[in-house]
């Protein structure tokens, strides 16, 4: 599973969860089937801009802030990521351990 779809799917959950709808509320606003969405939301599966477009109206969140939401995640991995493989490119005879 990519990182995006993982992230698409956890922002639209939790706004779900935070308006306190249903996956069946949003299915009926946003006219899409229960069970993608539910896929969307396990980040099983990659929204169209059309289908997310319909999940944000349906969301009653600009499609902006859900995209906003997703980016501020996957700049979070990334410095993460950058972070381990700096640490991880560190040679062990650079180390120094000290029995204290």
Do not use: C, H, N, W
């Not at 969405?37 to 099983?44: C, D, L, M, P, T």
């Not at 997310?52 to 969301?59: F, K, T």
């Not at 997703?70 to 493989?85: H, I, P, T």
């Not at 040679?91 to 351990?97: D, E, I, N, R």
């Amino acid at each position: 599973m990519t990182m995006m779809r993982q992230f698409v799917g956890e922002v639209l959950r939790a706004r779900r969860i935070a308006e306190g709808l249903t996956l069946r509320d949003v299915s009926a606003r946003a006219r899409v089937s229960l069970g993608y969405i539910s896929e969307v939301e396990r980040g099983q599966k990659e929204p169209s801009s059309e289908l997310l477009a319909a999940l944000a109206s349906a969301l009653e969140v600009p499609l902006s802030k859900v995209l906003l939401d997703v980016s501020s995640l996957l700049e979070v991995e990334e410095v993460a990521e950058a972070s381990l493989a700096s640490i991880s490119s560190i040679a062990p005879s650079k180390v120094s351990v000290s029995a204290a």
